[in-house]
């Protein structure tokens, strides 16, 4: 558990977590891809309270370095980032990762404070190298934000993602830590 403090002076923690959060990440999350920052449509999401504790579960209970952090303000979820890193050996050595923040929290550091939590938690083990990621390349404020903590861009797949609106490059990104 890591004290943060929001650019408004509220004090927060970043934390691993609990299956107990499953409640309040599902509105988090839902709220997210309505906006369209994700890759999944709203109705591609299960929404279940019960397939979520078995997603935190995994985080919790699974081997190799996957983790979820939440970032919590007086026992309301502000945010969260998931890492995962493969199965296959020689890929171990990397993980990528997925964030969501909660509307009314963006633009505080919540997101730059769940990412600097990860990026320490990832080079406090030997075994990740790399922490890689993927992104709209209309999600700008999240792109400057990654450039600002040190990822590269590695590249571009044109046109990966159709939306009703037409067609979005994915940008791909990696740090080496």
Known sequence: ?????SKLGLSYIVREAKVSDSEAILPITEHVLKEGFGVSTPEEFHGDVEVEREWIKGYIE????NRLFVAEHEGELMGLINF???NKAKLRHQGSFG????TKWRG???GEALLVTLLEFASEHASIDTVRLDVLATN?????????????????RVRFVKTEAGYEDLLLMAKHV
């Open 62 to 65: 699974g081997e190799h370095h």
């Open 1 to 5: 558990m890591k004290a943060f403090q």
């Open 84 to 86: 995962d890193c493969p």
């Open 99 to 102: 964030m969501s923040v909660a």
């Open 140 to 156: 700008e404020r999240a792109i400057r934000l990654y450039e600002k903590l040190g990822f590269v861009h590695e590249g571009r």
């Open 108 to 110: 505080q550091g919540v």
